[in-house]
């Protein structure tokens, strides 16, 4: 979370300053308001600054330099003051230029103390690191501190305004990076921030009370409800926000994992550790759906309570173990016929259009599994062992 320059826009002394290009790059963070005193600004800025002209630059010719120089620098955005002592009017050539690279450009009348508005900037800067301090602090030691005062951290929670109601539960925002994106210049955030800046704002239209983490490539976000039933429509409005930042950020791959609502704050870190349990199954698994619950995931459930991966391993081999060797031998198919003829519920033509083959293709496959392995797959229980050790397998990711 950190103040963008759609943020100033809800300010007071903001409502007399006009946005004029740019739009689209609204999103870039605003580290600091900074007033021009010389034609360049290069050397005086580190990028990510609002920078504010008044009457040192005149000419198009060098607004249009200048305008140039913040792109470059990777500037926020510029405020240039305008009336009769200042600048008439921001030339279109300015404003084209300024639309076409999304740099935020406004004009700000004369009139307006300069003082009032760069100070009410650096209040909502210097409040929102709070806020990012006081959140990063309180979740991060409620899900990774070993020493945790359960009755304190309640206290703290009240203090400083941060909600929790009966039932809290945990949702991690996993984000992996476009190929192309190699690190964050100077004035924009990373990706994670930007999700994280985006979940806050849509949760707060919506009245739903969330502290957010970013950890890693993960956003954190706690939220809590008063009733169970009230925390799967919190939970279900977070699918719709992970479905629209997926359309905003379409070249990342974004996941959303659940952990259970608990009642008890000690159960909260529980909540994130299914979330990261999910999570790290539903992306090895290579599922396209990419929102996954913990309590949806039924047998997996199980498998994650045994410590033992190698009694994991010697299970699905037991049953599987003939089909693996002639499939490899052979180059064939035969255990992910076995998978979907029991994904199938042992229906051929359902089966066969899952595998895009010939049904007399399916029935030769089925009875080269059934010698193979010398058992009925018609029968219940059998279906049921062998359909348990195909999800063992999927679990190990082999």
């Not at 007033?35 to 249009?64: M, P, R, Y």
């Not at 800046?197 to 490539?217: A, M, R």
């Not at 399916?362 to 080269?368: G, I, P, T, V």
């Amino acid at each position: 979370m950190s103040v963008t320059c759609q943020d100033l826009l809800t300010l007071k002394y903001f409502e007399r300053i006009k946005l004029v290009a740019g739009p689209n790059g609204l999103d870039r963070t605003v580290t600091w308001p900074y007033v021009g005193q010389t034609s360049t600004v290069s050397q005086w800025v580190h990028g990510g600054e609002l920078l504010f002209i008044t009457g040192i630059v005149h000419s198009a010719d060098k607004l249009k330099d200048l305008i140039l120089e913040c792109i470059q620098k990777k500037l926020a955005g510029l405020v240039i003051l305008v009336g009769n002592e200042y600048i008439n009017s921001i030339p279109e050539e300015l404003l084209a230029q300024a639309d076409a690279a999304d740099f935020p450009l406004f004009e700000m009348p004369w009139d307006v103390k300069l003082i009032d508005v760069t100070r009410e900037i650096t209040d909502l800067i210097m409040r929102d690191k709070f806020e990012i301090k006081k959140s990063k602090n309180f979740l991060g030691r409620l899900l990774f501190a070993s020493d945790v005062d359960y009755r304190q951290m309640l206290d703290t929670a009240i203090i400083n305004d941060i909600h929790l109601l009966e039932y809290k539960f945990i949702a991690v925002f996993n984000v992996s990076h476009p190929a192309d994106e190699i690190m964050t210049d100077a004035g924009h955030d990373s990706l994670e921030d930007k999700l994280q800046h985006s979940v806050d704002s849509l949760c707060k239209e919506k009245q739903l009370p969330v502290t957010t983490l970013v950890y890693g490539n993960n956003v954190i976000c706690l939220a809590s409800a008063p009733t169970q039933e009230k925390a799967a429509e919190a939970a279900a409005y977070l699918e719709t926000v992970c479905g629209l930042l997926s359309q905003l950020y379409s070249g990342s791959n974004l996941y959303l994992s659940f952990g259970r609502p608990y009642a008890d704050v000690e159960q909260i870190k529980i909540s994130y550790q299914e979330a990261q349990k999910a999570l790290l199954l539903w992306k090895k698994m290579g599922r396209s759906n990419h929102i996954v619950y913990y309590s949806q995931l039924g047998l997996y459930r199980l498998l994650f309570k045994i410590d033992d991966k190698e009694e994991i391993r010697e299970y699905y081999h037991y049953n599987l173990g003939v089909l693996l060797q002639h499939d490899s031998k052979n180059n064939s198919e035969l255990l992910e016929t076995l998978r979907q003829y029991l994904y199938c519920n042992g229906n051929l033509v359902k089966t066969s259009q899952a595998l895009f083959i010939h049904r007399n293709t399916l029935l030769y496959r089925l009875n080269q599994i059934r010698d193979l392995l010398g058992r009925d797959i018609d029968d219940a229980l059998v279906r049921l062992e062998l359909l348990s050790s195909i999800v063992a397998k999927d679990y190990l990711g082999e």
